[in-house]
């Protein structure tokens, strides 16, 4: 059996520590066997290790959020990138392709498709792998796991079975049809239908998507899908495929699950009521702070609260409240201030204008150890960088440099230049120009040994 993690979103519900380039499932914030931080990302790989499903998964995103899975997981993950945002069915339609025409895989195989941002314990991942051996003897074309309700909730949509069935010792049941949120009143009317909270997790036979794709004019060859993606609708599976296939089962799981995607939930499950400097003072129950930034927070006297504050911003909001955040922040159009890159992290420090109308910004940089940026070059913006801490190796044009903590390089725009870190490096970057985007990148090497082969034909030139 094959997986694809879907891997999207721009995780606003949970401003300002998530943004366009660090969702939600990338905040490392929950408690880990290990007694450290980590991330629902690196939580359900590390779960779906255990079971041995990795080996087969594949994780599918856009650009913007490789580098932070690459941070997080490591190199070596088989990531499925989208050329552009375009929801779930395009997402899992070119993960498809993928499977079939560049990794061979066969048109029986068993595809399950999950969240990465899935909250649930360990033994949930059993019934995943249970839904290859439900497809064989319901002979469906597609199975979902459906979560036992412990409460009518507004926030989940509904499977409803066919038949009220869904016994205990009911290893699937096919779905009459599915119910999108319901108000409290039909949530609880529902339940006493045995329906399931849909958690977004289902399987299919590859063939079943790759004859939908043939039947519907796309191409089935991943590259030729890569270049005709923008045709593929901006639509969700579920209302593209599934909520118009009649041949649904459902395997019923009763254990804990929960969307972590609003300040509420995720504080539930957070361990800790603080991360970061701070102080939770006074009377101040069941509120909880979190604090990427270098200045401490004081939380004194106020109850049922979320603080949160990163380099993007700053919120105060009572847990009650907290779900309606994205509408609230919908309007605020920024830069990302804080990012994961496949080499580390930066930070924004400061922004500015100068007299004479150049662009300034000051980032705070750490390269970890063992890791480099590619070797590039920027048209419109120089550097300056100053190392704070660390020693490494600083290419310039072709010409290699040991580097440590007090030195001070000048990168003019053109030039070509990478660095390598051998301890963590922390460095303040300065750029000064007339447009500072951070596609305003030009990568000519992505190795060391490359960059280093290039510098060694530079010494042999002369």
């Known amino acids: 059996m094959k997986l694809i993690l879907l891997s999207g979103g721009s995780g606003k519900r949970l401003w300002p520590l998530s943004n366009d380039s660090r969702s939600k499932q990338f905040l490392k914030v929950l408690p880990s066997p290990n007694g450290e931080l980590e991330s629902m990302v690196q939580r359900i790989w590390r779960q779906l290790s255990a079971e041995g499903l990795d080996r087969e998964a594949h994780l599918s995103t856009g650009r913007s959020q490789v580098d932070a899975i690459q941070s997080q ?30 990794e061979d895989a066969g048109l029986n195989e068993i595809v399950a498709v999950l969240p990465v941002d899935s909250y649930v314990e360990d033994r949930f991942f059993s019934t995943v792998k249970s839904l290859e051996r439900m497809l064989a003897e319901s002979g469906a074309n597609i199975a979902l796991i459906g979560v036992k309700p412990t409460h009518p909730s507004e926030k989940y949509g509904y499977i409803v079975p066919a038949a009220n069935d869904v016994s205990a010792d009911a290893t699937y049941v096919k779905v009459s049809h599915f119910v999108e949120k319901p ?8 339940i006493e239908q045995q329906a399931l909270w849909n958690c977004g997790v289902f399987a299919f036979r590859l063939n079943y998507i790759i004859n939908l794709l043939i039947t519907s004019g796309y191409p089935i060859q991943y590259d030729e899908m890569l270049k005709q993606y923008h045709r593929l609708p901006k639509i969700s599976f579920d209302y593209q495929v599934l909520e118009k296939e009649a041949d649904v089962i459902v395997v019923p799981y009763d254990g804990a699950w929960k969307d ?64 309606g955040i994205k509408d609230v922040v919908s309007g605020l159009e920024q830069r990302p201030m804080y990012e994961e890159r496949r080499w580390g992290w930066y930070k924004v420090i400061d922004y500015g204008l100068t007299k004479e109308g150049k662009q300034v910004l000051t980032k705070r ?46 990168i003019p ?21 007339s447009l500072l985007i951070e596609e305003d990148i030009v990568r000519l090497a992505m190795s060391w040994e490359e960059i280093l082969s290039l510098c060694a034909a530079r010494k042999e030139a002369l």
């Open 365 to 410: 940089l750490c390269i970890y150890a063992g890791h480099h940026l590619s070797y590039q070059k920027h048209d419109k913006r120089s550097e300056v960088w100053t190392i704070v801490s660390g020693h490494g190796e600083f290419v310039l044009n072709e010409r290699l440099m040991r580097v440590s903590a007090g030195d001070v390089l000048h």
């Open 183 to 190: 108000r409290q009143e039909l949530a609880q009317q529902l």
């Open 260 to 323: 972590l995607g609003t300040w509420n939930t995720l504080t539930e499950e957070m361990g800790s009521r603080q991360i970061g400097k701070g102080i939770i003072a006074g009377k101040s129950d069941n509120s909880h702070l979190v604090n990427e930034l270098d200045i401490p927070i004081a939380l004194v006297g106020v109850r049922d609260v979320v603080v949160a504050a990163s380099p993007d911003g700053i919120l105060v909001t009572s847990k009650e409240a907290s779900p």
């Open 73 to 102: 997981l490591g190199h070596g993950v088989p990531i499925i990138v989208e050329p552009d945002r375009r929801d779930t069915f395009p997402a899992i339609a070119l993960a498809a392709t993928y499977l079939y025409s560049v």
């Open 413 to 433: 725009a053109q030039a070509r230049h990478s660095i390598r870190a051998d301890s963590h490096l922390e460095i303040i970057e300065v750029q000064t120009g």
